[in-house]
């Protein structure tokens, strides 16, 4: 996560010059038609994810914001992390009928430029709020099973609180710059919204940021604290062996998830910031473009997998949430329930 003021300001800076920047077209320096993406390619597998992950994810966290604020009134702190983590995926999840339909016509925008430009505000919002958030949960995880004793006077709701709303005040104000952008207005005839551009020298150290910064480092913070969770859980005494199972099991399947979700996505940022610096390889630049779209529109579509799947992979597996269900589904009428 962040490490000060000096990385704040220059996320938020770097933010501003690749908003200004990031709707260039990859027509700009090879003629008209020479790179222009494959916009019907993976289009069919992109709507049929957007609709899977809205049909799990939309009920799945309005239970979990639930829930988990009935943690959050009892004094949890993790119960702070996993509310903010559900009503983030929550608003997200409310903006893919928009991205379905955008997709489905052939990625033409039908709406008002403020909408696309409000509808990528939300999506790479949620997507960098929730990476920092699941390192949040992983280091509260660990600090509470390594040091369990150490960590009672150090766990405070307050503070939980506090490190939420600067997580999602940084990221935030970071992409404000989208609204200053000209996406979702008519070019060519066509209305894009959010499309990958032309790198630029700003554009490529962007993305270089955002692979160190939003990637590399919360990844290496989900690796270590989920690692000394499983060693410290192996070597206790206290717990019975299905409970470790249980633990391990959760700590490996939080660091897969994120790789599954965000390590693609991110990875084609670092190869697209690579291929800047050789200009000498004009058309194998164009090439490279054509050719990692559909790529490129998939792994952006992979990360929104982790909006469905964190309420069951967090909040279902804390005894104090599932407790909480299942006396809720014991007030259920048995004609119900089924």
């Not at 150090?154 to 609180?161: F, M, S, V």
């Not at 499309?195 to 692979?211: D, K, L, M």
């Not at 309420?311 to 009428?333: F, H, Q, T």
Request: hydrophobic share 45%; glycine share 6%; aromatic share 10%.
């Amino acid at each position: 996560m962040s490490s000060g003021t000096d990385l704040e300001s220059d996320w938020s800076s770097l933010s501003a010059d690749v908003m200004v920047t990031g709707s260039l077209s990859l027509t700009n320096s090879t003629g008209p038609m020479a790179c222009r993406p494959p916009y019907d390619e993976g289009r069919l597998p992109l709507v049929l994810l957007y609709s899977a992950v809205l049909m799990v994810g939309l009920p799945a966290n309005l239970l979990t914001v639930y829930l988990t604020w009935l943690q959050v009134s009892r004094k949890n702190v993790l119960g702070v992390y996993l509310w903010s983590l559900s009503l983030c995926d929550l608003t997200y999840l409310c903006t893919l009928p928009l991205w379905t339909r955008y997709v489905s016509a052939g990625h033409s925008w039908p709406w008002s430029s403020a909408a696309c430009k409000l509808t990528g505000y939300i999506f790479f919002n949620n997507m960098y709020i929730s990476i920092f958030l699941l390192c949040c949960i992983s280091c509260d995880r660990y600090v509470a099973v390594v040091y369990s004793v150490e960590s009672r006077g150090l766990r405070r709701q307050r503070l939980a609180t506090l490190i939420a709303v600067a997580i999602v005040l940084l990221v935030a104000v970071g992409h404000v710059p989208v609204f200053t952008m000209r996406e979702g207005d008519a070019a060519e005839g066509d209305r894009r919204c959010f499309e990958p551009s032309q790198s630029g020298a700003t554009v490529t150290g962007f993305n270089y940021a955002r692979f160190a910064v939003g990637f590399l480092v919360p990844l290496l913070v989900l690796l270590g604290t989920n690692c000394g969770i499983m060693v410290n859980v192996r070597r206790s005494t206290g717990l019975r062996r299905e409970q470790k199972v249980r633990v391990c099991w959760l700590a490996v399947a939080v660091v897969l998830l994120f790789l599954v979700c965000f390590a693609p996505y991110h990875v084609i940022l670092l190869v697209r910031a690579v291929m800047f610096h050789f200009p000498q390889l004009e058309d194998g630049t164009c090439l490279f473009e054509r050719t990692m779209y559909t790529p490129y529109t998939i792994s952006l579509g992979l990360s929104t997998v982790n909006s469905a799947i964190n309420p069951i992979l967090y909040v279902l597996s804390s005894d104090n949430i599932r407790k909480e269900l299942s006396r809720g589904l014991l007030r259920v009428p048995k004609g119900l329930r089924g």
